[in-house]
């Protein structure tokens, strides 16, 4: 009964070539979030959704993008991976904003 | 000054203590708080979330919050092995857009 739902759980890419992660839920919330989480820090919010209005953080770099094409599904591209982009991307629903937030599993971002 | 901020620890606790985690947060008009384990490697899972000033138990969890000092705290007790785990404060910020997490605070709980 997995709610949240991130694919693949570990991803492997080469040195700038393009990534998509992707994230899908069966909870119909209305926000999505997309964290970005390097070892032993607190996971850095890169952009959130409120139904189809779309947040960029400001310090989020331009190589992340992401998609919303429906209530359920939300992607992530990095343009051009680099090494310091390695990470756990997590994401997370919300039913509202401030309310608590669920998790998927995350998905492991290894750069060669 | 940080959103959310945590002690990165790492904190000790005996089994059977109780521990405290301790976390402040920048935006006085945050309404919500919320406590997330996560094991390494894992994705945060919710312990407690709090809304009103004072305190909330659910099990062996407490969670206090102080508005007029921007303080959130959790009390876990009869502390367990399984209870080692990084512990992340997080609260809404900015008129609730978004939600912050702290750095997180590294428990150990020792036989």
């Known amino acids: 009964d997995a709610m949240v739902i991130q694919n693949p759980r570990y991803q492997v890419t080469q040195f700038g070539k393009p990534v998509t992660l992707s994230c899908s839920q069966t909870l119909n919330h209305n926000v999505m979030y997309w964290y970005q989480q390097k070892s032993s820090q607190a996971p850095k919010l890169l952009f959130h959704?409120?139904?189809?209005?779309?947040?960029n953080e400001a310090d989020t770099p331009d190589n992340f993008q992401s998609r919303r094409p429906n209530t359920s599904f939300c992607f992530l591209d990095i343009r051009s991976p680099g090494l310091g982009d390695a990470a756990m991307y997590l994401c997370?629903?919300?039913?509202?904003?401030?309310?608590?937030?669920?998790f998927g599993s995350g998905t492991q971002l290894s750069v060669l | 000054q940080k959103e959310v901020e945590q002690n990165s620890g790492p904190l000790s606790v005996p089994e059977g203590a109780i521990a405290s985690l301790n976390c402040t947060y920048s935006d006085r008009v945050s309404q919500s708080f919320f406590w997330y384990r996560q094991y390494s490697g894992k994705s945060p899972e919710l312990i407690m979330s709090i809304y009103s000033n004072g305190d909330k138990e659910d099990g062996r969890f407490t969670a206090q919050l102080n508005k007029a000092s921007q303080y959130v705290s959790l009390l876990i007790r009869d502390s367990q092995p399984s209870d080692s785990a990084t512990y992340l404060c997080?609260?809404?910020?900015?008129?609730?857009?978004?939600?912050?997490f702290g750095s997180g605070t590294r428990l150990s709980i020792r036989p």
């Open positions: 959704y409120y139904d189809k209005d779309f947040n």
């Open positions: 997080a609260a809404p910020y900015s008129s609730a857009s978004k939600i912050i």
């Open positions: 997370a629903t919300g039913g509202g904003l401030g309310e608590k937030l669920f």
